[in-house]
């Protein structure tokens, strides 16, 4: 009596399962290693399908804890994009600035204020003009000696980057750029400076790209990155140790973005529902804050604890096993080696048991073969 085999291959949360030979009951040796490879080569074959984009997601954003900010980080609304939220990778502290403050403020990693660095002034324009406060400062980053902040006091008339010592003083413009009508984002990480393409009104939905440069030659870009953002970016956060840009939606319902700086290969997006418009990220040891600034003391401060399993969820093409060739051969061998000693195949005619014994195929009954 012929016997119907299946196979069943699991992959995520769906079992699929399909026929793999039939084989008569007498199968020789040939046969049973035909079927083994074929269930192999099957199940090489389908285990790709885990492999398909967006299939699987490669890593996980979970909310830790929410915290309530002080009231000196939920000061009143200036202008556009008030605020801006960075790290100092050399106190592992995190920084806030906002608008017409003139400070930028220091607090431990549950945004506890431990201290801040007042900014006496700065020369925003090309001639020299100097202005008496940091009136649109919109984004903030420090490397342990120096804070740096993008401002827009001056529109395309003004400098768009500036630094300023840790003990304060007046800011002084860190690149000749012009450009930003109203400002863009920025990071600083292991001597590199972090920053999308400049803004040309008091919107960032236009904002799809990260410049690169070393923070000894600013205005010399070694390096722009192209990313996919449906609405523009309203911050963004570099972790240098996977080469990775976290990008935030600049949109009232924001997901976070996880892009490859290597490539502009978009890696994940967590869609939370943020606020990207008034709103800001960094991230530090496999940590993502997000500040939500509001006014009238309302800010506040989440922290995500974020893995990494390795994998990338959107790969561009399905990479097969460098044996699938082999294995490929192997089976056609032996299926072949099945058809001449009678192991009986789907799509291969059943002879009965007794016909293969006539034909020498099989030894006789109680025979020594």
Not at 120 to 139: E, H, K, M
Not at 173 to 188: F, K
């Amino acid at each position: 009596m012929p016997l119907t085999l299946r196979s069943r291959h699991k992959i995520g949360t769906t079992s699929l399962e399909h026929d793999t030979c039939t084989v008569c009951e007498t199968a020789t040796s040939a046969g049973i290693v035909g079927l083994a490879v074929a269930r192999l080569l099957a199940a090489v074959i389908l285990s790709g399908a885990a492999l398909v984009p967006g299939a699987t997601q490669a890593a996980t954003l979970t909310l830790a804890n929410t915290f309530a900010l002080a009231s000196e980080l939920s000061r009143t609304a200036f202008n556009f994009h008030p605020q801006g939220l960075g790290f100092d990778t050399g106190s592992n502290e995190l920084l806030f600035a906002q608008q017409a403050t003139n400070r930028i403020y220091r607090t431990d990693l549950t945004g506890m204020v431990t201290g801040y660095t007042a900014i006496d002034g700065l020369f925003f324009r090309p001639n020299g003009d100097f202005t008496g406060f940091t009136q649109y400062v919109t984004s903030v980053a420090g490397d342990g000696e120096y804070y740096y902040l993008s401002d827009y006091t001056g529109n395309t008339s003004g400098y768009d980057l500036y630094s300023v010592g840790k003990t304060g003083g007046a800011a002084t413009a860190l690149s000749s750029e012009t450009a930003a009508y109203g400002g863009y984002p920025i990071d600083v990480r292991d001597g590199l400076l972090y920053r999308t393409g400049a803004s040309s009104s008091y919107n960032w939905d236009e904002l799809n790209s990260i410049r690169i440069s070393k923070m000894d030659a600013p205005d010399t870009v070694v390096q722009t990155v192209a990313l996919s953002m449906p609405s523009g970016i309203g911050d963004i956060a570099v972790d240098s140790m996977r080469n990775n840009v976290w990008t935030l939606d600049f949109g009232a319902s924001a997901s976070l973005r996880r892009f490859d700086l290597a490539t502009g290969t978009l890696l994940d997006v967590f869609s939370l529902g943020l606020d990207g418009l008034t709103a800001g990220i960094t991230f530090a040891d496999d940590t993502l804050y997000f500040y939500d600034w509001n006014t009238a003391g309302t800010s506040t401060l989440s922290v995500y604890d974020f893995v990494d399993d390795g994998a990338d969820p959107f790969p561009a093409t399905i990479p097969l096993p460098a044996t699938l060739p082999l294995l490929a051969v192997a089976l056609g061998v032996v299926l072949g080696m099945g058809r001449r000693r009678g192991c009986i195949g789907p799509a291969l005619t059943r002879r009965p048991v007794r016909d293969l014994r006539n034909s020498g195929a099989l030894p006789p009954v109680g025979g020594a073969g």
